[in-house]
């Protein structure tokens, strides 16, 4: 009789700016029951080979990942678009933003929580400090700016 043997390995690695990226690997396969009855060792080396396969290609995924980083760290790819293939303008007629990738999610919801307790309208302030519509179209060097200012009661906005 076969037993379903389930083996699963995640890792996240963590960036500055609040970023990061990870790979996980599940992998799913039958064994013969009389491993587990009558062979321990046998299921152990079993399982064991599924982690270490499992894990050379979390370690392989989070590599290539880490390859195709930009140099400023924040694991999204070097070009002025963002993840919707939007270019962005930096507001100051200078042409395209040198920050790439958008705002991570943590980093809108923080916006969103502290600008509250701050009494602040999130809109309002990256219209006025970033020339963007939405705390979500900030480059996450300019979310993780923003969060820190907020977190410091650095930020006004002009009415």
């Given amino acids: 009789m076969a037993v379903t043997l389930s ?91 040198h920050e790439v990738g958008t705002a991570t999610q943590s980093q809108v919801r923080a916006i969103f929580a502290i600008a509250r307790r701050q009494r602040v309208d999130p809109a309002a302030v990256v219209r006025e400090r970033f020339s963007v519509d939405r705390p979500e179209d900030l480059s996450i060097r300019e979310a993780s700016t923003l969060i820190d200012d907020l977190k410091r009661g650095a930020v006004e906005v002009r009415s």
């Fill in 7 to 97: 083996v699963g390995l995640q890792k996240k690695v963590g960036l500055p700016d609040y970023g990061s990226f990870g790979a996980s690997c599940h992998v799913e396969f039958e064994i013969d029951r009389c491993l587990i009855d009558q062979d321990l060792d046998g299921f152990h080396q079993k399982v064991a080979g599924a982690f270490a396969a499992c894990r050379q290609a979390v370690n392989d995924q989070l590599a290539q990942q880490s390859e195709h980083s930009s140099p400023n760290g924040n694991g999204q790819a070097g070009n002025n678009t963002n993840r919707n293939g939007h270019s962005h303008a930096n507001g100051n007629s200078q042409g395209t933003r």
